[in-house]
């Protein structure tokens, strides 16, 4: 038999008359999140995918196709389609942003562009090998990223 103090019942009586009133509390309506935009300083994959690219002068060479990650998950490369179904890559840091107009400009003149190395779906490069690399930055006057923290390392 259990023994009931006079504390433990009012506290059971408490405890049962406030049910009705809990489970009458309407469900409350909690407001939907808006859909997800990139902060300030960052940019989304489909932000870029489909970007027209501008090179000097306003002149048009193609639009993003494809995106190239490194080992450590930097993006390295934008894949440009150009208007002859060749592509060209891109150091990522080459390009600038109007994300509204969603074109992305590159600083090369049309003589430069000429002479850029092109590619086909069937003769992609090493985008990684230590040569096509250091050739393909420095044709935008880059250095790649990790180079570059070489080179503040050295006195």
Do not use: C, H
Request: proline share 7%.
């Amino acid at each position: 038999m259990i023994k009931y103090t006079m504390r433990s019942a009012f506290a059971l009586l408490l405890t049962a008359s406030a049910l009705p009133v809990l489970a009458a509390d309407p469900p409350r309506v909690i407001a939907v999140a808006p859909p997800a935009v990139a902060a300030g300083g960052q940019i989304r994959a489909k932000q870029v995918l489909g970007t027209k690219i501008l090179i000097a002068g306003n002149t048009a060479i193609g639009t993003v196709e494809d995106l190239v990650f490194d080992d450590a998950g930097n993006l390295e490369y934008l894949v440009v389609s150009t208007d002859n179904n060749k592509f060209v890559s891109v150091p990522w840091d080459a390009a600038k942003w109007d994300l509204e107009k969603k074109v992305g400009t590159i600083g090369i003149t049309v003589e430069q562009y000429k002479t850029i190395p092109t590619f086909t779906t069937t003769t992609y490069p090493s985008f990684y090998t230590p040569t096509y690399r250091t050739e393909t930055y420095k044709f935008y006057g880059l250095t790649p990223r990790e180079l570059r923290r070489i080179e503040r390392r050295l006195p």
